[in-house]
Each structure stands twice: as structure tokens, then as C-alpha cells.
């Protein structure tokens, strides 16, 4: 049977982007979404619910995530679910995670309460933080899952 795994969020960066790279020299940012939901209840109150969700980016996205984004900014996101799946070390314990592999972003407007446009004055670029020799990184191509590192706390390179 076919099936299909695809995600469309937009929403709000909760923190900077942390950008890495592998031992290959793929770049690697990782980002927090919170994602708000808003409907009125049969009392006509206003209700809010917010989502947060770990999305990682992989290649040049990845550099002008790091570069470009900040807490509070905007940013629609097109990728696909992944779970994480670990033993905790200390507790012995099976441990899961479900997160987001971007496989398209699209940065919007400046944080909330600005206009959509983007900031009243223009954000200042990161400089570029320096590639660890290897070969050119295919852009816009995420790697293949066993590629990317298990996400143990000891393991992960964040």
C-alpha cells in the first residue's frame, strides 16, 4: 500500500537557529516552531493552542537558516515527519521523539507584531561560519536517514 509523509507548518522560531555540521561536511540547523491554532468554543470564547515542533535542515537551506533567521521570525516549513527512536542510558528505557526534516523553507515576515513585509530595519547577516573540508554538498537535498546521527543525548553533536 502507498502511502505519503508530508508536513506544512508555519509559525513562529522559539530560539535561534543552531547550526552545525557532519563529519561530511553537510550543514545541519536545527529549529524550534511554535505553531498557533485559534478557534472560538460553544461559549464563543476565544481558544488558543500552541504547538511546538523540532524541525531540522539540512544543506544551504540549512547555512541560510542559520544566517538569515532569528528568534520571533516567521518561517513556512514543507517536510516530512521522522521518529527518533533510543535507549536512555541511564534509565535503561526506550525513548522516542517525533520531529520534522525540512525539505523546503520559506522565510515571511519579521516576529509577531511587526508588519508582514519583514523588520522595520533590516536584520544583520551572521558571517558565514567556515565549512569543514569535504566534498560540495548537493543543495536542497536533505541526506538519506542513516546519513543523520540517532538523537542520543550523548550522540548528538548540539
Same mark, same amino acid.
Given at each position: 500500500?502507498?502511502? *505519503?509523509? %508530508?508536513?506544512?507548518? =508555519?509559525?513562529?522560531?522559539? !530560539?535561534?537557529?543552531?547550526?552545525?555540521?557532519?563529519? &561530511?561536511? $553537510?550543514?545541519?540547523?536545527?529549529?524550534?516552531?511554535?505553531?498557533?491554532?485559534?478557534?472560538?468554543?460553544?461559549?464563543?470564547?476565544?481558544?488558543?493552542?500552541?504547538?511546538?515542533?523540532?524541525?531540522?535542515?539540512?544543506?544551504?537551506?540549512?547555512?541560510?537558516?542559520?544566517?538569515? *533567521?532569528? %528568534?520571533?521570525?516567521? =518561517?513556512?516549513?514543507?517536510? !516530512?515527519?521522522?521518529?527518533?527512536?533510543?535507549?536512555? &542510558?541511564? $534509565?535503561?528505557?526506550?525513548?522516542?521523539?517525533?520531529?520534522?526534516?525540512?525539505?523546503?523553507?520559506?522565510?515571511?515576515?519579521?516576529?509577531?507584531?511587526?508588519?508582514?513585509?519583514?523588520?522595520?530595519?533590516?536584520?544583520?547577516?551572521?558571517?558565514?561560519?567556515?565549512?569543514?573540508?569535504?566534498?560540495?554538498?548537493?543543495?536542497?537535498?536533505?541526506?538519506?536517514?542513516?546519513?543523520?546521527?540517532?538523537?542520543?543525548?550523548?550522540?548528538?553533536?548540539?
Amino acid at each position: 500500500m502507498a502511502g *505519503m509523509n %508530508k508536513v506544512i507548518l =508555519m509559525g513562529n522560531l522559539t !530560539r535561534d537557529p543552531e547550526l552545525r555540521y557532519l563529519p &561530511k561536511g $553537510t550543514a545541519v540547523a536545527k529549529i524550534g516552531m511554535a505553531v498557533n491554532r485559534a478557534w472560538r468554543n460553544e461559549a464563543g470564547e476565544l481558544k488558543e493552542e500552541v504547538t511546538f515542533v523540532d524541525i531540522e535542515v539540512f544543506g544551504r537551506q540549512a547555512e541560510s537558516v542559520g544566517q538569515y *533567521m532569528r %528568534k520571533g521570525r516567521s =518561517m513556512l516549513v514543507e517536510g !516530512r515527519l521522522k521518529l527518533d527512536t533510543w535507549e536512555d &542510558k541511564q $534509565t535503561q528505557q526506550k525513548r522516542s521523539k517525533l520531529g520534522v526534516i525540512a525539505e523546503v523553507v520559506h522565510f515571511l515576515g519579521g516576529p509577531r507584531g511587526e508588519a508582514e513585509g519583514g523588520d522595520s530595519t533590516p536584520a544583520q547577516p551572521r558571517p558565514p561560519r567556515p565549512a569543514a573540508p569535504s566534498a560540495p554538498v548537493k543543495p536542497q537535498e536533505p541526506p538519506n536517514d542513516s546519513d543523520v546521527p540517532p538523537h542520543e543525548e550523548d550522540d548528538v553533536p548540539f
